[in-house]
């Protein structure tokens, strides 16, 4: 099952962390709080990037008669930004993505988190995993996302963003769409993805994964995963990575042998803070390595 990790990790968690209620962060604009089916919120590891030398907030992209929320956050008085699209997990952009977003502006990027599922509901609102999975994630089309991150690169071709120097990374769903945009888009440099299945059914809204796209991907994308993550069998990345022989898009991956899904989480109990520092290193160094920067 795609996101059985999540199942596994959330449903049935008390709704208090240690010395913070989980209430207090149920907020629901972009960028704040988080969903409501994240629980329990772990306050004392949760990383904040502050905002000094940064310009950051949210606007709305208007995309095939939708508004998109997008959260962006860039160095101060910069132009001719390289861009990174941080794409979220299920809980969609809350304070620990836009916080990413910040920590990639704070390295010279315009980091752009479009609110991917706002058409089919909010994911603040879910009040489980559960609800979340069958009202809103499961309704999300491939082309609708492919649609709002195009729409996400020209908004910053347009607000200091140099889109030939364009980036993608995502967590957990976030992570399958990483690789899905990197080779729907053939102006994307690189990729990072974090945990994202790479398998799975085909579907009128999902017709292909990862797997079926990686003999002709060319955009180099770099796999972080974790060896005990239940919802990702190491297996599935052995097979994803015999594909990817079969192309020429020269992807790579690094396998944590001590974390499960959402290493890099650091609001959630899963988070492993030496696998999330190596893999956010990695990521960056992969980026600049490849034209991201």
């Known amino acids: 099952m795609q996101f059985r990790d999540e199942f596994n990790s959330l449903v049935g968690s008390k709704d208090e962390g240690e010395g913070l209620s989980r209430r207090s962060f149920m907020q629901t604009a972009v960028g704040v709080g988080f969903a409501a089916a994240v629980a329990p919120v772990c306050a004392q590891t949760m990383i904040k990037t502050d905002r000094n030398g940064l310009v950051d907030g949210v606007t709305k992209l208007t995309v095939a008669g939708a508004e998109v929320p997008l959260y962006y956050a860039k160095p101060e008085g910069k132009s001719n930004l390289p861009v990174i699209l941080v794409v979220s997990e299920i809980f969609g952009v809350h304070e620990h993505i836009a916080d990413v977003a910040r920590r990639f502006a704070k390295q010279g990027y315009l980091a752009l988190a479009p609110e991917l599922f706002v058409r089919q509901g909010d994911a603040k ?169």
């Not at 994630?137 to 991150?149: E, F, N, T």
């Not at 690169?153 to 990374?169: R, S």
């Open 125 to 293: 609102n879910a009040a489980s995993v559960a609800e979340l999975m069958k009202e809103i994630i499961s309704r999300v089309p491939d082309a609708q996302v492919m649609g709002d991150l195009d729409a996400a690169v020209a908004w910053a071709g347009n607000n200091g963003g140099d889109t030939k120097k364009l980036g993608i990374t995502g967590f957990c769903w976030g992570g399958r769409i990483t690789w899905m945009y990197s080779a729907y888009n053939p102006n994307v440099k690189a990729g990072v993805a974090w945990y994202g299945s790479l398998q799975g059914e085909s579907t009128a809204l999902k017709p292909k994964h990862p797997i079926d796209i990686a003999a002709s991907l060319k955009t180099p994308v770099l796999g972080l995963y974790g060896a005990k993550d239940q919802g990702i069998p190491v297996d599935s990345v052995s097979r994803m990575e015999a594909e990817l022989k079969n192309g020429n898009s020269k992807s790579e991956f690094k396998i944590y042998e001590n974390s499960g899904h959402a290493f890099h989480a650091d609001y959630r109990p899963s988070y492993n803070e030496a696998d999330a520092r190596d893999g956010w290193n990695r990521c960056l160094a992969w980026f600049r390595a490849n034209g991201v920067a």
